[in-house]
């Protein structure tokens, strides 16, 4: 077994340490969370399953692989593009519709040079703000990217992952002196330093002058426990092998090194198949390129043909044997993953930070601000125009589906307007969860770690659906929100250095009462916004809640039940003497003010009235300021100005350091925004104010 000093084992992490990953890779929120922490993690190409073998046994290999990496404590990362959108690590029901989008004729083959082509669509809405939910979108029509060796390569190392398990990589093409039909894959290792462990180059190549090609780019290429070059399906060859690995220390040593060296290039690993049915397919394989070449079948549809071709040939024996050496390769692949983990990090902790899920210390300092709050999928249904709704059957109408939940929004304002907040949320072991969690982290700039989600598993992330007639006026709602039990809770070290807290009603209340107590132990500044009636209500019961408060965002209705909930249940009485049509709120801000700490404000937001400041200084009394709206726009969205006005605020007062008034203006200018914005809660048109 090779050795490496502990000095070079240092430099080599600190090496590694250095890389910064790409924000263009999506990735599931298990996958980013492992690589954060230093576990090892391996990348699986999506080609096998989309194009590599049919359905069900792509989706039963694949789950074979995963189950074997998840054994020896890895975490598998299947690499593919989704509708214009590169991901790293699928959820279950994802891998289900990729299984099948290859014989729907729903998946491309994508190499590297189609990386940028697949997902130019994406790209162009994205850079256009114009990206729409799929509302009402069948899964049935997702388009796949289905990446290659070469593909898979390039987006795991965006990713931050180092090693990738494959069947078999491509190579020089028999004839290739003359065609120069050589992979891509080969150009792709000469680049991209992650770790291939496959059988070899695939059996229908030219091995002797694909592995000239490895030596003249400078690929390091070794056989594990073997002298001999493997022919994918066979052991053997004939041609030996420039370097034997003895175990997965042998090819993480190698790896650090050449990273220590800063070279760029991967390392190819060939791992012997020894299925008994090897020598037969290898013959029925050189039966196959007779006919290809017969057939005028070249580039990349000889792959497929062949692989069709000898599965008849064989009877089968040739799709067993693929399996068995795509089985045996995740197991060493496991091994080496491993083995680079323990060896660059310690098995602990990985600086390959996730460029989805990041740690909010990446420059060893705090948020300004973190967010504490619900993540919800908003579900609105509406009875067709100038159809009266006929209850107890079905009727005709539209719906339509949108990221929501009070925490989430104003995370997602906060992001938009740059400032970077750390999100504290809960959603469920499911896709719909995960895509709002990565859609809020790669299009708006919000900061989630491992600490600030939680995956709860077997719970549904939180839904909320609700029914309208045709005049948009709700008919009834069906509300599932257990996930949000299981918002986490941010102790006082984290919250120690943070500027301001913002969070919801929507973790139980309990949870809540011990997160602004451990903000204000923390000297963190906490801002309220109350999310509904019953649940404001609720919480200002509680004078440990209340004390701790310094802002919050209340409605006119929420005003006056917090009030009447901080003042034992009674209600609010006013001199009938009084002239002020703002008298119910003032009244109630009034008696908040009393309750929160001694420099407090409270903002309520009045509708087509604008807004009413009522701030408090060192136990004086109130000071009201009144802001009157400017005319209003034709209103298209109900449930995301309040949201919009809280993080806006928010944002003003911690990075443009405006005054309280100046930021009341500033909020007031965004919730307008989303306020004229149908498609969603949060409009876009947010960042255009940074």
Sequence with gaps: MATVPLQVLKRCASTAAAWTPSPCVRLLPEVAEALRLGRPVVALESTIVAHGMPYPQNLELAKDVSQILRSKGVVPATIAIKDGVFKAGLHPDEMINLAKAGEEG???????????????????????????????????????????????????????????????????????????????????????????????????????????????????????????FPSF????????????????????????????????????????????????????????????????????????????????KTAGDSLRSNISLVKNNAAVGAEV???????????????????????DCLNNDKPRVVCVGGSVIDTVAKAKAGSNMIIGTSNPGTFHRSDGGVGRNVAEVLGRLGSNPLFYTAIGNDTEGNEMISRLQSECGVVINSNSLKVAEHIDTAQYFALLDHNSELVGGIADMDALTEIPIPSVEELTGVEYLVLDANAPIDSVIQITKNAVEASSIVCFEPTSVPKARQL?????????????????????????????????????????????????ATILLSRMRSDASVVITLGKAGVLLSTRRDNTSPEFNHFPADVMPQIHSSNGPGDTFCGAFVHSLSSRKDSVHDAVRFAMKAAVLSLNYEERAISPEVSSLR
């Design 233 to 312: 399906f066979s052991p053997t060859s004939g041609v030996q092998s420039p370097a034997r690995f003895e175990d997965a220390m042998d090819v993480a040593c190698a790896y650090l090194a050449g990273r220590d060296l800063g070279m760029t290039n991967g390392m190819l690993v060939c791992v012997p198949n020894h299925d008994p049915a090897g020598e037969s397919v290898e013959a029925a394989i050189h039966e196959a390129l007779l006919e290809a070449e017969a057939a005028g079948i070249e580039g990349r549809d000889i792959t497929p043909f062949i692989l069709r071709t000898v599965a008849e």
């Design 337 to 359: 993953a491993s083995a680079i983990s323990t060896m660059s990090f310690g098995g602990s902790s990985n600086t390959f930070q996730s460029s989805q899920i990041q740690s």
């Design 106 to 228: 729903r998946a491309v083959k994508c190499s590297t040079r189609d990386l940028p082509l697949v997902a130019s669509k994406y790209y162009r809405n994205k850079h256009n703000s114009t990206i729409q939910n799929r509302n009402g979108f069948s899964e049935e029509n997702v388009q796949w990217g289905a990446t290659t060796v070469a593909a898979t390569m390039r987006l795991a190392h965006s990713a931050g992952i180092a090693t990738f398990v494959t069947g078999g990589t491509g190579g020089v093409h028999r004839g290739g002196e003359l065609s120069l039909d050589i992979s891509t894959d080969l150009i792709e290792l000469s680049r991209t330093p992650v770790v291939v462990v496959s059988a070899g180059v695939k059996s229908i190549l030219d091995i002797r002058r694909t592995l000239e090609v490895l030596e003249t780019f400078g690929v390091p290429t070794g056989t594990w426990q073997s002298d001999e």
């Design 540 to 588: 200002c019961q509680s004078d440990d809640f209340l004390s701790t408060l310094s802002y919050t965002f209340p409605n006119a209705d929420e005003a006056v039940a917090m009030a009447e909930a901080a003042n034992s249940g009674e209600g609010i009485f006013l001199d009938g003497t009084i002239k002020d049509e703002f008298a119910v709120v003032k009244a109630a």
